[in-house]
């Protein structure tokens, strides 16, 4: 029962957030294009100030050194299903505009919304220092996987789109990564979390200058942090409205195939094999709640800004990421409580 109620504490606000956006959808309050332009503030300012916000929480940049298996076997393990994913959407895909719709729904999770707050749900058996430590495990993944899934997803969505009849070059591509937002916030937190171990501390060890006083400090937020932080909050409800006044019923026949492929796959296949291989090389319990955010959860509903913004099947992503997010309050609870019988959690 504690498993279903984690994970229903965890999925429950997301559909309802959904739902809200398609009840005002119906009501018609905004004209249709409405919906179009919150995705872009979402992907543009929102998203970008969330992901900066979880880097920059990180109190050191050394803690990225001390789980680095984790974090080998976390890249390694993208990469590994992002390349069988790109095989299976060449095979069983037709239309170029959904198979990277689709190769980013295989590979993809929304580790960055849901992930966190789902660590701790699950760490919460743990003793304090472990929960501490598993959500620094967290943490210090999200500052890999965060970029790397954005990186893979701007590849995904650009190598199969025609350009005035052509395929997108390299170079094309790689500029499309250079300037995605997400992908320049991720970068600027790192940048900033390194340069903030550069600074000087007082005589009580606090630094002199910080945007954030961490509450071990005993101090309060900045100004400038408390904006980042205001603005951050709003990433997530915005994005999961938005998606939800873009949602469509009629959609879902059309797309049955596609929705089953991309679903199944993402919340069954890609965690089930992706904890295997966990438990397989040894990972010690601390590291599963990280694992089971990391590749359990529905893909991230930055997908559906971001296909619109690169030219992919906006519809189908926002299809993808509703029957994910459905789909998975059932499969996380079943992984959860078969995970917590063998002792992985």
Known sequence: MDSLLF??????????????????????????NFWGILNKLCFRVFLPLLLFKNIY????ITMLGDYWQAIL??????????????????????????KGVVLQCIFRSNF??????????????????????????????????????NILAI?????????????????????????????????LGIIVLAFRTLIPLDDLGNP????????????????????????AQA??????????????????????YQIILGTSIRVVAVPVLALLFAWIFKFDKIYFPTFIALFGTPVAVSSVPMSQELGGDSELAGQLVVFTTITSAFTLFIIILVSKSIGLL
């Open 155 to 187: 590849i995904s969505l650009s190598i199969f789109i025609k350009e005035e009849g052509k395929r997108t070059e390299p170079k094309t591509v790689l500029l499309k990564i250079a300037k995605n937002p997400l992908i320049i916030a991720v970068l």
């Open 235 to 256: 990433a997530t409800p915005v994005a999961l409205v938005a998606l939800g006044g873009g949602f469509t019923f009629s959609a879902v026949k059309k797309l049955r």
């Open 73 to 98: 076997f976390s890249v390694v393990t993208i990469l590994v299903i992002f390349i069988i994913g790109l095989g299976i959407v060449i095979v069983l895909i037709k239309d170029d505009k959904q």
């Open 112 to 149: 960055a919304i849901i992930g966190i707050g789902l660590i701790e749900l699950l760490a919460q058996g743990f003793s304090s220092s472990d929960i501490t430590m598993a959500k620094g495990i967290g943490a210090c993944l999200s500052a890999v996987s965060i970029p790397l899934f």
């Open 7 to 32: 994970t229903l504490n965890a999925v429950l606000p997301i559909i309802i957030c959904i739902v809200v956006g398609y009840v005002v959808k119906l009501l018609k309050i905004f004209p249709d």
């Open 57 to 60: 929480d990180i109190k050191d």
């Open 208 to 231: 002199v200058f910080t945007f954030r006083y961490f509450n071990d400090y005993g101090g309060n937020d900045s100004f400038i942090y408390t904006t980042i932080k205001y603005l």
